[in-house]
Nanobody, 118 residues
Framework: QVHLVESGGGLVQAGGSLRLSCVASESIFNFNAMGWYRQAPGKQRELVATISSAGLSRHADFLKGRFTISRDNAKNTVYLQMNSLKPEDTAVYYC????????????WGQGTQVTVSS
């Protein structure tokens, strides 16, 4: 059973920064890709960023360069550096992993709350 554990969320003022971490229970090389999603109250879950096993990353256009996904293979950890945070970034952030033979994200963490005050 794969376990993903997120941490690093919290309350921050607008303009501040946070770094989220996602630790996997096994090597992240076992997954095609890792991703971060978020879900705000009353809204659908949306993709924030992904990073492949080869280290290729993609970020949602609406972020406009404020967030950066990265990975540390030795630590089985994926990060999301969030800068210039805005109140509209308030959401529960989820880490997800895509299985090797899968076209979707099969494994999910429990989420970490990020709240940005104005």
């Amino acid at each position: 059973q794969v376990h993903l554990v997120e941490s690093g969320g919290g309350l921050v003022q607008a303009g501040g920064s946070l770094r989220l971490s996602c630790v996997a229970s096994e090597s992240i090389f076992n997954f095609n890709a890792m991703g971060w999603y978020r879900q705000a109250p009353g809204k659908q879950r949306e993709l924030v960023a992904t990073i492949s096993s080869a280290g290729l990353s993609r970020h949602a256009d609406f972020l406009k360069g404020r967030f950066t996904i990265s990975r540390d293979n030795a630590k089985n950890t994926v990060y999301l550096q969030m800068n210039s945070l805005k109140p509209e970034d308030t959401a529960v952030y989820y880490c997800a992993a895509q299985g090797v033979h899968s076209l979707r994200y099969d494994y999910w963490g429990q989420g970490t709350q990020v709240t940005v005050s104005s």
